[in-house]
């Protein structure tokens, strides 16, 4: 079966969210997603739409390269 | 809002992601597929004995075929409904009790246009074969019953599909 299929989005929202003192449950609550879904975003599971990196940087107040880096990038 | 005491910042933010239900959406994927396995399981067993004694136009399969259907749904919705109040006792005896989520989000969007994606690929070759089955003049009973067999693969194909999704990424 292997390991979690990962994207090739890599974030820092536990981190952030760590520093900021947030809960996955209160990030979730306040874009009006599942806690899984940020879970599964955490954990590079899901990419989430543009909308919901944007709203995710929002909330954790940081601007969105600095939340989510393109592993792609890493080739340059 | 960034003041905060560095002790206690990790343990807040630490959430127990072993232990979180799942949500609404992750157990109607897992039930009806279950539901179907089971119900569809039993028409065709009953059409397999059937086909063992009796000739094909002897054989009843319209009323079984569309009690199956409904048993399918109102399976589904049972089951839903009885696993939500179980994972919630559930959830309780272990003392971390939270509410059932059925928030839909455009990660559950995802997972359920690649289910459907999948499902629609088997019934497209389930149909197509349905089509030559019809073209051949063979019976009813054939037609039917192989249009069903598609919408059953699709289905649990379907059901897995989401399953793998929500557990494994999309």
Request: contains cysteine; hydrophobic residues 45%.
């Amino acid at each position: 079966m292997g390991g979690p299929k990962p994207t090739r989005v890599s974030n820092r929202i536990r981190d952030l969210r760590t520093e900021r003192d947030l809960t996955q449950a209160d990030i979730a609550n306040r874009l009006g997603v599942t806690r899984q879904t940020i879970i599964a975003i955490e954990q590079g599971r899901y990419s989430p739409s543009l909308e919901m990196a944007f709203q995710i940087a929002g909330v954790l107040e940081a601007p969105l390269d600095e939340v989510f880096t393109y592993k792609g990038d890493d080739a340059k | 809002m960034n003041n905060i005491d560095p002790e206690c910042a990790p343990q807040r933010a630490d959430d127990d992601e072993a232990n979180i239900p799942m949500t609404g959406e992750e157990k109607i994927a897992w039930v009806y597929g279950i539901t179907v396995i089971v119900t569809s399981g039993a028409y065709f067993l009953y059409i397999a004995t059937q086909l063992a004694s009796h000739p094909v136009d002897e054989i009843a399969w319209v009323v079984p075929l569309i009690i199956t259907v409904v048993a399918s749904i109102v399976g589904t919705i049972i089951g839903t409904i009885v696993a939500s109040i179980g994972g919630a006792v559930w959830q309780g005896v272990r003392g971390r009790f939270e509410e059932p989520d059925f928030t839909k989000d455009e990660r559950d969007l995802a997972i359920k246009l690649l289910g459907d994606r999948r499902n629609f690929a088997i019934v497209s070759v389930g149909l197509f074969g349905a089509l030559g089955l019809a073209m051949l003049d063979v019976d009813t009973f054939w037609i039917g019953n192989w249009i069903f067999l598609a919408g059953t693969v699709g289905a649990i194909l379907e059901s897995a599909t989401k399953v793998r999704a929500y557990r494994r990424g999309v």
